[in-house]
């Protein structure tokens, strides 16, 4: 669960990257090994609850370029999102495609339960599989201030993403003690701009994602934490 989590947020880092995956000849039926979800949780600043989406992903044995459609059923509560935007990526040997941002209706919660997933090719010929969904209901009340002591608690981890000027991403990984402070990620990558920290639960099923901060920022701010 923990590689497909990694999955799921380098997805929203190397999207663009993915666009070009759209050409195939291939007529075979959708061939899909198993599906996995993380319900996301996003936050803009201190003061404000996150924003949740769900993201599902299929690890694929056909090739990905051929889909064109997907189409999620909540079966608790009948919300349906079709959608063709589509997210493709080809990691460790495994192909996976599925969605990145399927929102609830305003002011409602991701439902929790079981939600029926259906891929389409280029032939609109289809291949259906399930997912249950299951997460914490107290993340939606959780404000970014009390957000690692909340996910420490639930023995989560804690990652770091550091990009550079561009917004290229430079490091991804654990935030271990030589990370810390912004001084610490600065003398690592002297070409860092901004970084974020982004918190998984222990079985990878909630992913949290705080806003991006300068790498080195005012004086006296250098030995701040997250």
Not at 44 to 64: H, I, K, Q, W, Y
Not at 177 to 187: A, K, M, Q, V, Y
Not at 214 to 222: A, D, K, S
Request: glycine share 4%; net charge negative.
């Amino acid at each position: 669960m923990q590689h497909h989590s990694k999955i799921y947020i380098l997805i929203s880092l190397v999207l663009a990257a993915c666009a070009g995956l759209l050409m195939s000849c291939s007529q075979n039926t959708p061939e899909l090994y198993t599906a996995d979800y993380s319900v996301v949780f996003d936050y803009t600043n201190d003061e404000t609850p996150p924003s949740a989406r769900l993201t599902v992903f299929a690890s694929s044995g056909s090739d990905v370029r051929r889909y064109e459609r997907i189409k999620i059923t909540s079966l608790e509560t009948g919300w349906c999102w079709d959608t063709e935007v589509l997210s493709r990526l080809q990691a460790d040997d495994e192909q996976w495609a599925g969605c990145t941002n399927l929102v609830a209706p305003e002011n409602e919660k991701l439902p929790v339960g079981t939600y029926e997933v259906t891929y389409f090719n280029a032939d609109e010929k289809e291949y259906t599989l399930t997912l249950d969904v299951r997460y914490d209901l107290e993340f939606y009340d959780i404000l970014l201030p009390a957000l690692p002591e909340f996910m420490s608690k639930q023995h989560a981890i804690e990652k770091i993403a550091v990009y550079d000027k561009e917004h290229i991403l430079i490091y991804f990984g654990d935030r271990t003690e030589e990370f810390i402070t912004t001084r610490d990620i600065w003398n690592h990558y002297r070409e860092a701009s901004t970084y974020q920290v982004i918190w998984y639960s222990r079985n990878g099923n909630v992913i949290c994602i705080t806003p991006e901060k300068p790498v080195v920022p005012e004086p006296q701010n250098i030995s701040e934490t997250n």
